[in-house]
């Protein structure tokens, strides 16, 4: 370990108890995308209190905390803090029992199944520890706390008001994310890491009528069945093998009974790519491939193509991933791997992008490593181990907490102590 690492993650010891409670605290009390309210006041205040320059409410819930500690480099290090409308089923000590007012007017149920609690804890444990070790580094750094990651528009809402205007321009971004690996495994790569998402809704129409008598009718079921089918062609078919692409309907609605054909259909499906040029060609295909099939089918008017929700491909830049795996490696030893690509989606970039610098962004293993190792022997993984967004994962706290403090503070000193 470098003399400063040495020196900053000395105090992690003392620090962890505190830590361990706020992450406690933070999973038993999950907010929503842009609600993150009493999280964001928890961050504001840890960081206010061992002396950051603090700003809240920016895009919402948004918290940036600034560090100036003398001439050198400036890094932004970046935590999402949203969960999900998700029940919990882990039967943790602390686990969630939040509920909120859902469209329907029923209670639904809110839990961090994604670990963005984790996420928030780790980098204020990071900014406390920097912040009591300042002779140790030089520079500045910047503690960003980010509302609305899983409805893709937080990084946005805060870059809307003025994020560029409130932080002092970075050198790089970092950002790291827990995944269903072993904790205390961390895992850099190079490039493509995270896939583009779009997802789209598209209503078809047709022309209601008897379900006895379907010569009057232009069946809308009929026609979304069509689409299914040939939208699966897209990737078998239109797609090189050695590009990876995911095309999923996931929803279709359409009638009310068994003996009425309906007058419309509503499709909803997601897409995930790795780069522009192939995001482009596949939703390209996708507007093709609805439109022919309703004009086969003799549809009485043009389909509607939404765009729902939509987030851009991560792509690490070479140099600062680079900088960050060496700096892994030196520290964590075999622990320190090179990170598969991710079909999950991150709208973190567009921070990078608004500043207009490089980024990159890690992974940090967070499954008990025995449960780990014997789900591997046993070839159950995919049955045995919860993965993000799942009612039953949970991030075990150590050595996921301290590996993800750790993480963040020699990622940051990788600049900060040079």
């Known amino acids: 370990m470098s003399d400063p690492s040495r020196a900053v993650l000395a105090g992690l010891d003392s620090a962890r108890p505190d830590l361990e409670d706020l992450y406690r605290d933070l999973h038993r009390h999950p907010e929503l995308g842009l609600h993150e309210r009493r999280t964001a006041a928890k961050a504001a205040e840890a960081l206010r209190d061992c002396g950051y320059q603090v700003t809240e409410g920016v895009g919402g819930t948004g918290v940036v905390a600034v560090l100036a500690n003398g001439d050198g480099p400036v890094v932004m290090a970046r935590a999402d803090m949203d969960a999900l409308p998700v029940r919990e089923q882990t039967g943790l000590p602390y686990a969630s029992t939040a509920t909120v007012p859902g469209a329907d007017g029923t209670d639904q149920p809110v839990m961090h199944a994604c670990g963005h609690d984790m996420h928030v804890t780790c980098l204020v444990g990071c900014a406390r520890l920097l912040a009591g070790a ?167 008017r043009e389909p509607e193509i939404e765009k729902a929700a939509a987030f851009p491909p991560t792509v690490n830049d070479e140099a600062p991933t680079r900088r960050v795996a060496a700096a892994f490696s030196a520290y964590f030893g075999d622990s320190a791997q090179t990170l598969d690509r991710q079909t999950a989606s991150e709208d973190m970039s567009e921070i990078p992008k608004a500043f207009g610098v490089p980024f990159t962004y890690w992974g940090v293993g967070c499954t008990d490593p025995e449960r780990y190792e014997r789900a591997v022997r046993e070839g159950t993984t995919a049955a045995d181990i919860p993965v993000n967004h799942s009612p039953a994962f949970a991030p075990v706290i150590q050595p996921t907490l301290d590996t993800g403090v750790s993480a963040m503070a020699v990622a940051a000193l990788a600049w900060l102590a040079g």
């Open 134 to 300: 300042k002779d140790a580094w030089r520079g500045t750094f910047v503690a960003l706390f980010q509302p609305s990651e899983e409805n893709g528009d937080g990084a946005d809402a805060m870059v809307a008001d003025g994020l560029t205007d409130l932080a002092p321009r970075p050198d790089v971004v970092l950002a790291q994310h827990v995944l269903p690996y072993p904790a205390g495994y961390v895992g850099t790569r190079a490039g493509s890491v995270l896939s583009a998402a779009d997802s789209l809704r598209v209503t078809v129409y047709g022309r209601g009528a008897h379900g006895s008598m379907p010569q009057a009718a232009v069946d809308p079921v009929v026609m979304a069945a069509m689409i299914v089918v040939r939208l699966q062609t897209v990737v078998s078919r239109e797609v090189a093998a050695t590009d990876p692409v995911v095309l999923t309907v996931g929803s279709i609605h359409a009638g009310s009974g068994p003996n009425v054909i309906p007058d419309r259909a509503v499709l909803q499906l997601n897409v995930r790519t790795y780069d522009d040029a192939t995001r482009a060609r596949v939703l390209d295909a996708v507007e093709r491939i609805v439109r022919a099939e309703c004009q086969a089918s003799g549809a009485p």
